[in-house]
């Protein structure tokens, strides 16, 4: 049974910075896309960031780039989401995922390419 545990939300002053973390288990992810996506309330669910668990390369929605990395430990099974800078409008439930990376030059990031999701942790930006 495959998982994804999120943990590292919270309340942070504008400016701040919050590492997310998220383990996952229950089978391998060669060549999977492992991403984090955000809602905010009253919003639809939001790409934010993937990674390809092989090879590393990684792929950013716009806002994020530059405050935003994402990150693995293949060891730990573990990606991480590493939010500097944080903004008032980064206050979201933050969901990790994981989903097949299907074709090389298609980075995955909607939704329907996850096949796997956590429980979400929420991360709230105070100004």
């Known amino acids: 049974q495959v998982q994804l545990v999120e943990s590292g939300g919270g309340l942070v002053q504008a400016g701040g910075s919050l590492r997310l973390s998220c383990v996952a288990s229950g089978r391998t992810f060669s060549n999977y896309a492992m991403g984090w996506f955000r809602q905010a309330p009253g919003k639809e669910r939001e790409f934010v960031a993937t990674i390809n668990w092989n090879v590393g390369h990684t792929y950013y929605t716009d806002s994020v780039k530059g405050r935003f990395t994402i990150s693995r430990d293949n060891a730990k099974n573990t990606f991480y989401l590493q939010m500097n800078s944080l903004k008032p409008e980064d206050t979201a439930v933050y969901y990790c995922?994981?989903?097949?990376?299907?074709?090389?030059?298609?980075?995955?990031?909607?939704?329907?390419?996850?096949?796997?999701w956590g429980q979400g942790t929420q991360v709230t930006v105070s100004s």
């Open positions: 995922a994981a989903g097949p990376w299907k074709y090389t030059l298609v980075v995955p990031t909607t939704g329907g390419q996850y096949s796997y």
